[in-house]
């Protein structure tokens, strides 16, 4: 690999495999100890020894609900029929509505499809995310406000910059979650004077404050927030010319980084939505902040504020968005991963044509699968299940997708 990432992200990933490790050795029953050890397995890519770590837990705790998801996620559908059994068995034993029960029918889905069993695989995603719904109601009025309050503070049209950046600088990929970032940070990865720091909750966190108030994001707010975000970056090589934060859902603040950092990329994946909803319809997502994925209506409603946000944001950086088409991409991801470096300005290599060549750590949805060859299977695939996204279906506004096809 060109990037084999041998600075501080992935030296902290291999510090927290050997943490883990030896805490394993030291106390071998510990059910947290090991599910950390397959969760750091897991963002290397060492997938069999995850698998080990996580079927050793089930041995210890036939009931361990994160160890059956995870293992819904890596294993092949012959392996998958033997977590069956037990799965059934360890779902009898909780609390019916409970976050536990959650992950579990999540992980039945998973299971069920891998046994054939389309029916029982959609009435166990059914189950699982009206649980979380309920546990996690999304507020789509306050969501709302918040976009408007976004939108109003970036009314007007703001030219490219016209000098160079200093030092190096932020690519951000971004769009909705499941809709591709992950392989174009991959094959970002792929470059050697390219460092990726995977999802970063900075940006977030810093403008908060900001989207709830009236508080003016000026040259001085700007200044400060590059300053408290560059504090959170760990240190980069010193030939590094630009480093990548792939946090999807940074589409609602690209007004403020554009003010904060002029010069930085915006990479924006574009999906079509019921390819995106179906994938994180079948996703468990842990925390709040994606809410909006267990109901089908939310999710529809979120998806329209998205394409309203891209729409602006295009509309006020024009020529300074950069947007991949995840279709167009994996059917032809030579000449996508050509254009996505000449617009970073960077040198394209061929391997960014074969980002599961990429040795960068992850730690997302999409670990697994991004350690396979791009591939167009997933394109479409809404439709086989159209009656399950039935819901969104009704409720999406196709007004806002003008280029989508029956």
């Known amino acids: 690999s060109p990037n084999p990432r041998g600075g501080e992200i992935c030296a902290s990933t291999s510090g927290e495999i050997q943490s883990s490790i030896y805490t394993v050795q030291l106390a071998p029953e510990h059910i947290g100890a090991r599910l950390r050890l397959g969760t750091s397995f897991i963002e290397a890519g060492r997938f069999e020894e995850a698998k080990e770590q996580f079927r050793a837990v089930l041995a210890l705790q036939p009931a361990q609900?994160?160890?059956?998801?995870?293992?819904?996620?890596?294993?092949?559908?012959?392996?998958?029929?033997?977590?069956?059994?037990?799965?059934?068995?360890?779902?009898?034993?909780?609390?019916?509505?409970?976050?536990?029960?959650?992950?579990?029918?999540?992980?039945?889905?998973?299971?069920?499809?891998?046994?054939?069993?389309?029916?029982?695989?959609?009435?166990?995603?059914?189950?699982?995310?009206?649980?979380?719904?309920?546990?996690?109601?999304?507020?789509?009025?306050e969501d709302t406000r918040q976009t408007e309050r976004i939108l109003g503070r970036f009314p007007d049209i703001t030219p490219s910059p016209t000098d160079k950046p200093d030092g190096p600088y932020p690519i951000y990929v971004l769009g909705l979650p499941r809709s591709g970032t992950s392989l174009v940070e991959a094959m970002l990865s792929r470059l050697p004077n390219v460092e990726t720091m995977g999802e970063r909750a900075a940006t977030g966190f810093l403008v908060?404050?900001?989207?709830?108030?009236?508080?003016?994001?000026?040259?001085?707010?700007?200044?400060?927030?590059?300053?408290?975000?560059?504090?959170?970056?760990?240190?980069?090589?010193?030939?590094?010319?630009?480093?990548?934060?792939?946090?999807?859902?940074n589409y609602r603040y690209i007004g403020f980084l554009k003010t904060?950092?002029?010069?930085?990329?915006?990479v924006h994946v574009r999906r079509d939505p019921r390819d995106v909803a179906l994938s994180m319809w079948k996703s468990h997502f842990t925390g709040t902040a994606l809410s909006?994925?267990?109901?089908?209506?939310?999710?529809?409603?979120r998806v329209g504020l998205y394409a309203r946000l891209m729409h602006h944001w295009q509309t006020v950086f024009p020529d300074q968005i950069l947007t991949v088409d995840y279709e167009d991409l994996v059917a032809d991801p030579v000449a996508g991963s050509r254009a996505l470096a000449d617009y970073c300005g960077l040198e394209w290599l061929p391997e960014m044509a074969a980002p599961e060549g990429s040795s960068a750590p992850t730690l997302t949805m999409s670990a697994s699968q991004i350690?396979?060859?791009?591939?167009?299977?997933?394109?479409?695939?809404?439709?086989?299940?159209?009656?399950?996204?039935?819901?969104?279906?009704?409720?999406?506004?196709?007004?806002?997708?003008?280029?989508?096809?029956d």
């Open 65 to 141: 609900t994160q160890a059956f998801e995870q293992l819904s996620l890596l294993l092949d559908r012959d392996e998958m029929k033997t977590l069956a059994g037990p799965a059934q068995k360890a779902l009898g034993k909780l609390r019916s509505g409970s976050v536990e029960a959650a992950e579990l029918q999540f992980a039945l889905s998973r299971i069920e499809d891998a046994m054939g069993d389309r029916q029982a695989a959609a009435k166990a995603r059914e189950r699982a995310n009206g649980i979380l719904a309920k546990q996690l109601p999304y507020d789509a009025e």
């Open 208 to 249: 908060q404050a900001y989207v709830n108030s009236d508080i003016p994001f000026d040259a001085e707010a700007a200044r400060i927030f590059a300053h408290k975000d560059a504090v959170r970056l760990p240190p980069c090589p010193d030939d590094t010319r630009a480093y990548v934060d792939k946090m999807p859902e």
């Open 292 to 301: 909006y994925t267990y109901d089908q209506t939310a999710l529809a409603w």
């Open 260 to 266: 904060a950092y002029p010069h930085c990329k915006i």
């Open 371 to 405: 350690r396979q060859p791009v591939h167009q299977r997933s394109i479409g695939g809404w439709r086989a299940q159209a009656d399950e996204l039935a819901e969104f279906l009704e409720a999406l506004d196709t007004s806002l997708w003008p280029d989508l096809a």
